[in-house]
């Protein structure tokens, strides 16, 4: 049964930094995704990792600034997130497909967790 479960949102001053865990029960050949969305506004594609973890895309608007790996021993995919902005307000969810690309549509994914709200004090 694939499951997902994000942790460590929180309340972070601007120009922090946070951490957000992605308990992944997947098969190793999922790929993993990270999205946001903030309120009255679409789902926005962050980051996608690879199953092998070596290979990952960004979005534009976090490159340079989060990093995303994954430990298949242990179910886990990180999202690290630097400089951080109020615009970085938002709930952040990680997702699984099931197939070997990098996606960067929701649609695409089959498996979504919960979600971690993520808020940025300016």
């Known amino acids: 049964q694939v499951q997902l479960a994000e942790s460590g949102g929180g309340l972070v001053q601007a120009g922090g930094s946070l951490t957000l865990t992605c308990a992944a029960s997947?098969?190793?050949?999922?790929?993993v995704g990270w999205f946001r969305q903030a309120p009255g506004k679409d789902r926005e594609f962050l980051v996608a990792i690879a199953a092998s973890g070596t290979t990952t895309t960004f979005a534009d608007s976090v490159k340079g600034r989060f990093r995303t790996s994954r430990d298949n021993d242990r179910n886990m995919v990180y999202l690290q997130m630097n400089d951080l902005t109020p615009e970085d307000t938002a709930i952040y969810y990680c997702?699984?497909?099931?197939?070997?690309?990098?996606?960067?549509?929701?649609?695409?994914?089959?498996?979504w967790g919960q979600g971690t709200q993520v808020t940025v004090r300016g």
């Open positions: 997947v098969p190793r050949k999922y790929m």
């Open positions: 997702a699984a497909s099931n197939t070997g690309y990098l996606h960067y549509y929701a649609k695409d994914y089959g498996w």
